[in-house]
Nanobody, 117 residues
Framework: QVQLVESGGGLVQAGGSLRLSCAAS????????MGWYHQAPGKERELVAH???????KYEDSVKGRFTISRDNAKNTVYLQMNSLKPEDTAVYYC???????????WGQGTQVTVSS
């Protein structure tokens, strides 16, 4: 099993920054990919960014140039640096890990990001 705990969400004004953290525990060696998804009320959960075991990254078009995903293997933690935040970024942000040979998806509890105009 993999457990994911997010932190770092909050309320910020447009143009501001936040850094989300996701700490992984359990069967960490099984993780292939980690990423961040967001979900606004009434909308589907969508990929924001992910990072693979070899360090390759992918970003949703709307966040390119503003968000950066990174990892600290020593701390078993993935980060999402969110700059130049916009009101439309407001959503619950979920940490995701894909682990094992299947693979299986694991999710954090979510952290609320609210950007005021």
């Amino acid at each position: 099993q993999v457990q994911l705990v997010e932190s770092g969400g909050g309320l910020v004004q447009a143009g501001g920054s936040l850094r989300l953290s996701c700490a992984a525990s359990g069967s960490i060696f099984r993780i292939n990919v980690m990423g961040w998804y967001h979900q606004a009320p009434g909308k589907e959960r969508e990929l924001v960014a992910h990072i693979t075991n070899d360090g390759s990254t992918k970003y949703e078009d709307s966040v390119k140039g503003r968000f950066t995903i990174s990892r600290d293997n020593a701390k078993n933690t993935v980060y999402l640096q969110m700059n130049s935040l916009k009101p439309e970024d407001t959503a619950v942000y979920y940490c995701n890990a894909k682990a094992g040979v299947f693979p299986i998806d694991y999710w954090g509890q979510g952290t609320q990001v609210t950007v005021s105009s």
